[in-house]
């Protein structure tokens, strides 16, 4: 595709709810990460890809967060039993190898916003 | 673990003139990339420049250009001859030996017509 894209691009839900925010990176990129973004902060980064395996997973909060992605391409990160202070906006970027230093195309977010 | 600091929460500058917004970081690795990400309201965040650690020569990208003062871990973006399409918050990136990024808080700057 053009560029990375994000859906749902916002999303309210009720605390105690689960949800899936999907990331469909750049066709070709290996790599792929998921950061939140909460208001006045800077990015938080949860989880990196390379291929479907994630080799760091350091950054998500809790064991309520998950993530996968199949078929080196599509993946989704999963809040389970969403809490209010999960509201934020999820970033998900991709880059063309794992190369640190080739610099990140990044999607528009997903807005989640935890009632 | 490697830091990233931007200590201008804001800034501001007339259209035209030319604006710099610092930024200063810390990392134990010997080779590492820095990169400077623009995120306009819209907020698709967007690759500004990038600077490779072990090349001395200053990055530039048309109007933007860096300072890499490497002794002292500084890497601040000028933004020549500002417009109002430059308006947007901005990060500074550092990644290092391996893939995590670590982003700073990020410098809103306001052009001002």
């Known amino acids: 595709g053009a560029g990375v894209s994000q859906s749902p691009s916002n999303k309210v839900t009720e605390k105690g709810k689960d949800v899936e925010l999907r990331c469909d990176p750049i066709s070709g990129h290996t790599a792929l990460y998921w950061y939140r973004q909460s208001l006045g902060q800077g990015l938080e980064f949860l989880i990196y890809?390379?291929?479907?395996?994630?080799?760091?997973k350091s950054g998500l909060p809790s064991d309520r967060f998950s993530a996968e992605r199949t078929g080196g391409s599509v993946s989704t990160l999963t809040i389970q039993r969403t809490q209010q202070e999960d509201s934020a906006v999820y970033l998900c970027a991709s880059s063309f190898s794992g190369t640190s230093g080739v610099g990140q195309y990044f999607g528009p977010g997903t807005r989640l916003l935890v009632l | 673990a490697q830091t990233v600091t931007q200590s201008q929460p804001e800034m501001s500058v007339q259209e035209a003139e030319t604006v710099t917004l610092s930024c200063t970081y810390d990392?134990?690795?010997?080779?590492?990339?820095l990169f400077w990400y623009k995120q306009p309201p819209s907020r698709q965040m967007i690759l500004v420049i990038r600077?490779?650690?072990?090349?001395?020569q200053n990055a530039t990208e048309n109007r933007f250009s860096v300072n890499f003062q490497k002794a002292a871990k500084s890497f601040s973006l000028k933004i020549s001859d500002s417009q109002l399409g430059d308006a947007a918050m901005y990060f500074c990136?550092?990644?290092?030996?391996?893939?995590?990024?670590?982003f700073g808080i990020g410098t809103k700057l306001q052009v001002i017509p």
């Open positions: 890809f390379q291929g479907n395996s994630a080799p760091d």
């Open positions: 990136a550092l990644s290092g030996g391996y893939q995590k990024v670590t």
């Open positions: 600077q490779e650690a072990y090349k001395q």
């Open positions: 990392t134990s690795e010997s080779d590492y990339y």
